[in-house]
Antibody, heavy 121, light 106 residues
Framework: QVHLVQSGAEVKKPGASVKVSCKAS????????ISWVRQAPGQGLEWMGW????????NYARKVQGRVTMTTDTTTSTAYMELRSLRSDDTAIYYC??????????????WGQGTLVTVSS | DIQMTQSPSSLSASVGDRVSITCRAS??????LNWYLQKPGKAPKLLIY???SLQSGVPSRFSGSGSGTDFTLTISSLQPEDFGTYYC????????FGPGTKVDIK
């Protein structure tokens, strides 16, 4: 069965960077993309961007463009999300999710367990 | 950007009730609309994709309808395990989520 297992919680100071990993298993990694979605405490869900596990193509949300880099390592079936110049409002749970799609739809069918990133001085 | 709204923002219902949640997009998104349920402390779970298609393993009491700008998620007979926050999400353009509808069991 499909599993996405994320790295552990992080505490960072403002201005620092964080890199969260998402290890996939149970499917052919390069067949699907990975999206990253975050959720600030008590708030809703915010899509941050997408990376293709097939060719590394990316598409980032305007809000984090310039501060985020999403990559994959096909040898270990792992996706990574690095966020730089951290601010207090980046404090959130960060989820990876598998993209599934056809010609007429696109959704996130499997999710990681989430990684809490706390930004605090 | 496409803005998503949901109503109500919260509701309380009894086991066995029929429950409906509405999602509206700021522009037409055809049927590029998905529904997720998030329980406290857990990741969201896909329930419905393409507005009306039931994700594998999801109970048939869940159904979705709509196209264009107006969509509805219906739970035909609410069960205790259905509590949590329901989110709609458009995938017509860069993905965006609605603000959520919190469902409590009376």
């Amino acid at each position: 069965q499909v599993h996405l297992v994320q790295s552990g919680a992080e505490v960072k100071k403002p201005g620092a960077s964080v890199k969260v990993s998402c290890k996939a298993s149970g499917y052919t990694f390069t067949t699907y993309g990975i999206s990253w979605v975050r959720q600030a405490p008590g708030q809703g869900l915010e899509w941050m961007g997408w990376v293709s596990a097939y060719n590394g193509n990316t598409n980032y949300a305007r809000k984090v463009q310039g501060r985020v880099t999403m990559t994959t390592d096909t040898t270990t079936s792992t996706a990574y999300m690095e966020l730089r110049s951290l601010r207090s409002d980046d404090t959130a749970i960060y989820y990876c999710a598998r993209d599934t799609y056809s010609s007429t739809w696109y959704a996130f069918d499997y999710w990681g367990q989430g990684t809490l990133v706390t930004v605090s001085s | 950007d496409i803005q998503m709204t949901q109503s109500p923002s919260s509701l309380s219902a009894s086991v066995g009730d029929r429950v409906s949640i509405t999602c509206r997009a700021s522009q037409s998104i055809s049927t590029y609309l998905n529904w997720y349920l998030q329980k406290p402390g857990k990741a969201p779970k896909l329930l419905i994709y393409a507005a009306s298609s039931l994700q594998s393993g999801v109970p048939s009491r869940f159904s979705g309808s709509g196209s264009g700008t107006d969509f509805t998620l219906t739970i035909s007979s609410l069960q205790p395990e259905d509590f949590g926050t329901y989110y709609c999400q458009q995938s017509y353009s860069d993905p965006g989520f609605g603000p959520g509808t919190k469902v409590d069991i009376k």
